[in-house]
């Protein structure tokens, strides 16, 4: 039974106190995080409003195939840190391990294929900033849908590799018996946001074409 | 200073989750849910179809939040910081919008 990393902080009268302590920074920390993307949310909303049809051309230009190839990705990969939880909960740190590790390859994959999309749009004259030729004929509202796309997304995709580099440290952490049940709940914690936050992403930037 | 298994914490317990089965549910229920999405953003739902992909996506992340981040089983003050960010962003959207839609 690995209880490696486990270590009570003396401010602390018992570790379910601090890990409780835990877990709340991190929800405070969460829905900062909820409110930076709750402005991007907000201007989508307003600009959609103001733009509907130019919008609806835009999400067409996005490949759905791809978003929802990735939206389910960001899915497994939450799952796969949820079970990682779990079996460290367990005292089986190997196991979580492998289910972490295994969490960051998919988010490395999630970007590359994100990184596809965009080199595919720089190809069709698309850049942030209504710059490219694509812009030349587009509707009023069209450079405003892509520069949103390419923050939203390009602030998403951040969020992603500080989850991959987080989960890889937490991967090894875990490999040495090193990391306490409390800390992978906090990384676990902020995967299922970046996921979460996807998925409201998907459908306005990929699916909502009408 | 810090404690490894001092007496006085005991033994670290196993931490409390929902169990592998709930987690399983929930990603069933999630890809499920994404095939749904998927499928009906070509089934030219016309005005209905945003409210419709943004009502599914709420369910999705509903249950993220409450089974995969485990809000079902936090105390009410993590609960309360959670709800309220995603309050303030409803707010601030649907005003948003409101906004622009009743501008003469």
Do not use: C
Not at chain 2, 30 to 53: D, E, I, K, Q
Not at chain 2, 64 to 81: G, I, K, T
Not at chain 2, 89 to 99: G, R, T, Y
Request: hydrophobic share 55%; glycine share 8%.
């Amino acid at each position: 039974m690995a209880s490696g990393g486990t270590r009570r902080e003396a401010h602390f009268d018992s570790l379910e106190r601090q890990a409780g302590a835990v877990r709340f920074g991190m929800w405070v920390f969460l829905a900062s995080e909820v409110l930076l993307f709750g402005a991007l949310f907000a201007l989508y909303a307003s600009y959609r409003a103001t733009w509907p049809y130019a919008f609806a051309a835009g999400v067409a230009e996005n490949d759905a195939v791809l978003g929802t190839t990735n939206t389910v990705l960001l899915i497994t990969s939450s799952f796969l840190v949820a079970l990682g939880t779990e079996r460290r909960a367990h005292g089986h740190s190997r196991a979580a391990a492998r289910l972490v590790a295994g969490a960051a390859a998919i988010g490395v994959l999630f970007l590359v294929i994100k990184s596809h999309e965009y080199l595919a749009h720089f190809a069709s004259g698309i850049f942030p900033g209504g710059r490219g030729a694509h812009f030349d004929h587009a509707p009023a509202g069209s450079a405003i849908f892509f520069t949103l796309y390419f923050a939203t997304t390009g602030l998403h995709a951040l969020h992603v590799t500080a989850g991959i580099v987080v989960l890889t440290f937490s991967a090894v952490q875990l490999r040495r018996e090193k990391l306490a049940p409390h800390a992978l709940d906090a990384v676990a914690l902020y995967w299922h946001l970046v996921d979460a936050i996807w998925i409201f992403l998907w459908p306005l930037y990929y699916l909502a074409r009408g | 200073m810090a404690h490894e298994n001092d007496p006085h914490d005991g033994t670290p317990q196993p931490v409390a989750t929902p169990g592998t089965g709930v987690y399983v549910r929930s990603f069933a229920a999630l890809l499920v849910l994404t095939l749904t999405s998927f499928t009906l953003s070509y089934a030219h739902l016309g005005v209905f179809g945003m409210p419709v992909a943004l009502a599914i996506a709420a369910v999705k992340v509903a249950l993220v939040a409450l089974f995969f981040m485990r809000l079902v089983d936090e105390p009410a003050s993590h609960r309360v910081a959670g709800v309220t960010a995603v309050l303030f962003v409803i707010l601030l959207a649907s005003l948003s919008a409101v906004d622009v839609l009743t501008r003469l």
